[in-house]
T-cell receptor, first 111, second 115 residues
């Protein structure tokens, strides 16, 4: 079983600050997805990274896939209260469709 | 249309009841999934349907019975549930099962409470 470790588990910051969430594994993933989930709602897909060393930007969010495709990071610049949520990384590539989820990082951005 | 819909949004049932959860997508996706999620935990895979056939059952108790009537619909039939089955049940779909991308799109979930 491929394991994904996410850190930190919880992050509380003030509006305007920056934050980084990490997703690490000892295994290689063919792709990695980042989701954000708000309370009582389903996860929303933010981005998929596929190529080692890839960097993708989504407004104030920057996603990076490690060169060896074993780790990924999510960086938020100038966080806003709307960024509050549970951030989940998930590794794909299983031919059966199984995603391996990290434990999640709860981010709270206060005004 | 990039949406996965789920009904009902909330469900309260007794341990002797029979109920069903419904999921629908119109993206032409050929893989559909049921997940169970407890508070502050990641989703746990329950079932995978690939081209309308059950391809994965993650050792789920028989009181949960999935059904895929066609490529757009996915049901989860519930019978004789236990209070510990209370959770958020999520449906997801992807273009095909697995593959390099395997981007899964989730519905809003059904909040199930078993009394």
């Amino acid at each position: 079983t491929q394991l994904l470790e996410q850190s930190p588990q919880f992050l509380s910051i003030q509006e305007g600050e920056n934050l980084t969430v990490y997703c690490n594994s000892s295994s290689v993933f063919s792709s990695l997805q980042w989701y954000r989930q708000e309370p009582g709602e389903g996860p929303v897909l933010l981005v998929t990274v596929v190529t080692g060393g890839e960097v993708k930007k989504l407004k104030r969010l920057t996603f990076q896939f490690g060169d060896a495709r074993k780790d990924s990071s999510l960086h938020i610049t100038a966080a806003q209260p709307g960024d509050t949520g549970l951030y989940l990384c998930a590794g794909g590539g299983d031919s059966w469709g199984k995603l391996q989820f990290g434990a999640g990082t709860q981010v709270v951005v206060t005004p | 249309d990039t949406e996965v819909t789920q009904t009902p949004k909330h469900l309260v049932m007794g341990m002797t009841n029979k109920k069903s959860l419904k999921c629908e997508q119109h993206m032409g996706h050929r893989a559909m999934y049921w997940y169970k999620q407890k508070a502050k935990k990641p989703p746990e895979l329950m079932f995978v349907y690939s081209y309308e056939k059950l391809s994965i059952n993650e050792s789920v108790p028989s009181r949960f019975s999935p059904e895929c009537p066609n490529s757009s619909l996915l049901n989860l039939h519930l019978h004789a549930l236990q209070p510990e089955d209370s959770a958020l049940y999520l449906c997801a779909s992807s273009q095909v099962p697995g593959g390099d991308y395997n981007e899964q799109f989730f519905g809003p979930g059904t909040r199930l409470t078993v009394l």
